[in-house]
């Protein structure tokens, strides 16, 4: 029974094997480090929303996030680095749990698979590879999924409530709308039980609306074809720019782009690292200097 069971296994992760190209410890070394700055990046910025009983443990755990980022610069620690940084992950999700980000477990699922696999071996940089790429197609087909379960994108009306509560979202959308539906959604008060709709009467904006679930649900299957897999990358990072941009959500457009780049049949992600390590100082620059610019 467990060999017909670790055969199932095998060959589900096969699925999302590259047989004809091996996996580079250079490529994996690029992610992990890329993946090594964005948690010490949010755990620096977790300590500085609130000043409370956690605040020495809020800096002990930035401490530990740039202690990571260093090691992951010396090959003979990056693994202890990214067990110390899956570590701190961990610890941060206890303490904040259940207020977490959804952000924050996709951070600690592929922090831990980096700290579980010996990434000096072929075998062990293949598995983290699988693994990791049937995460990225589960957690981008699940979005789509809640989408249509909730049914708050086909009316429109999720994006219109966004609109209404959140000033980055009005400027994104107030283009697509006419005047006057964007005059009555403007008007409704969210606080006022009762009020709406906040479904949209405009053919665009529910085009776009409706857009998003759709490809959420098919993309990510478009990578488990080898002979698609490139496209729908490609696709999949223009998706998540385009929408990451204009909720200036920086921060999980950064890491998502990343994820969806370890599909890539060439190592852009190794080549996209120094420009994903600028993005993050300047975004902790934004943080200190510029505190409307700190983007999620």
């Given amino acids: 029974m467990m060999r017909r ?5 095998d060959r589900v992760l096969a699925v999302t094997e590259s047989p004809d190209q091996p996996v580079s410890e250079r490529l994996i070394g690029a992610f992990r480090l890329f993946l090594l700055a964005h948690v010490a990046t949010r ?3 977790w300590i500085f929303p609130v000043r409370d009983d956690l605040t020495a443990v809020r800096i002990a755990l930035a401490a530990a996030g740039i202690l990571a980022l260093v090691a992951g610069f010396v090959p003979a620690y990056a693994r202890a680095g990214t067990m110390l940084a899956a570590a701190a992950l961990w610890v941060k999700l206890f303490l904040s749990f259940p207020t977490a980000s959804n952000h924050s477990f996709i951070e600690i699922v592929f922090m831990t698979l980096l700290a579980l696999f010996d990434l000096r071996s072929e075998d062990g940089r293949a598995l983290f590879l699988q693994a990791g790429r049937w995460m990225i197609v589960i957690i981008f087909f699940y979005t789509g999924l809640q989408k249509v379960l909730y049914g708050t994108y086909f009316d429109g009306q999720f994006l219109g409530i966004e609109m209404v509560t959140q000033p980055k979202f009005t400027a994104l959308f107030e283009w697509l709308l006419p005047e006057a539906e964007f005059g009555r959604l ?3 008060d969210p606080d006022d039980v009762g009020s709406g709709p906040y479904s949209v009467d405009n053919g665009l904006f529910l085009a776009m609306s409706n857009f998003v679930w759709i490809f959420e649900l098919f993309a990510p299957l478009l990578l488990l074809v080898k002979r698609t897999r490139t496209a729908a990358t ?9 929408i990451q941009f204009g909720a200036r959500e920086m921060m999980f457009g950064l890491l998502f782009i990343n994820l969806a780049l370890l599909f890539a049949p060439r190592p852009w992600n190794r080549w996209l690292l120094p420009v994903s390590l600028a993005a993050y100082a300047v975004l902790i620059g934004m943080f200190h200097f510029v505190p409307d610019w700190h983007f999620n």
């Fill in 5 to 9: 069971f670790d055969a199932f296994v």
């Fill in 43 to 45: 755990l620096w910025f």
């Fill in 186 to 188: 403007m008007a409704l």
């Fill in 234 to 242: 490609l696709a999949i990072v223009a998706f998540t720019a385009a």
